[in-house]
């Protein structure tokens, strides 16, 4: 019993030791990982509330959308930029106001609010489609050149016909043959490495429609631009009286 005593008195000198050595950095830690996890609850509770409100001020968005409510979709759309930024409702609210600027034929609200969504949106698919958007708006607008900046910049692959689609659009305003050729001929690539990826067989509508507008151009060598010239010509004469 006295030998217990004894090596029971030994480790509670060597524990009262370790304690005298350790025991502060011990309370630091645990109290860092205390502060750490009421924090992360703090944030995880502030982002939920957020997140709620933001719902909330964006189903009064669609409804002012329904009843044509112009004030107040871009009211209500500023409200999500402005104090929700970080949840997805500010995204979409800023596309379906930019959406109703070009309806209402207010570029300058449509193109603010896109170039906003195209930066900002939490969901990187949001900002590919509101920089897709604003591609269009600009091409509207004639502003070829700023079109073209917004899709020369890296977006998802899903995006990828679209964006080389636009691209030829743009290239075809501008009068450049050539290039438009060869952003549909991506755009058709595009989509046909989709097909293959997804096993999806079948072609679709919107190829028929990139391929109608490839065929147009009559550009069967993008590599040698003259043969476009004298498409053009030919195709300039035969419209002559």
């Known amino acids: 019993m006295a030998t217990f005593d004894l090596e029971e008195q030994e480790q509670l000198a060597e524990l009262k030791t370790w304690w005298q050595q350790h025991g502060k950095r011990v309370i630091g830690i645990a109290l860092v990982i205390s502060v750490g996890f009421a924090a992360w609850q703090g944030w995880a509770w502030w982002q939920s509330q957020q997140s709620g409100k933001a719902a909330a001020v ?121 290039a438009a050729a060869t952003a549909y001929d991506a755009a058709l690539a595009s989509i046909d490495a989709a097909e293959k990826t997804t096993g999806i067989s079948g072609r679709t509508a919107y190829r028929d429609i990139v391929q109608i507008k490839r065929d147009a151009l009559n550009v069967t060598n993008v590599a040698d631009p003259s043969r476009i010239t004298k498409s053009a010509a030919s195709s300039d004469q035969g419209a002559a009286p």
């Open 58 to 178: 964006y189903s009064s968005l669609q409804q002012a959308v329904v009843k044509n409510d112009t004030s107040q979709v871009k009211l209500l759309s500023g409200e999500l930029i402005d104090k929700y930024a970080g949840t997805s409702y500010a995204g979409m609210g800023a596309l379906i106001a930019a959406r109703v600027g070009v309806d209402q034929k207010d570029t300058k609200t449509a193109r603010a609010q896109l170039a906003w969504a195209a930066k900002n949106a939490k969901d990187e698919g949001l900002r590919a489609l509101a920089r897709l958007r604003l591609a269009s708006v600009m091409l509207d607008e004639r502003a070829f050149d700023e079109a073209l900046a917004e899709l020369n910049v890296s977006h998802p692959v899903a995006f990828a016909p679209r964006y080389a689609d636009l691209r030829g659009d743009i290239y075809y305003a501008k009068g450049d043959m050539a």
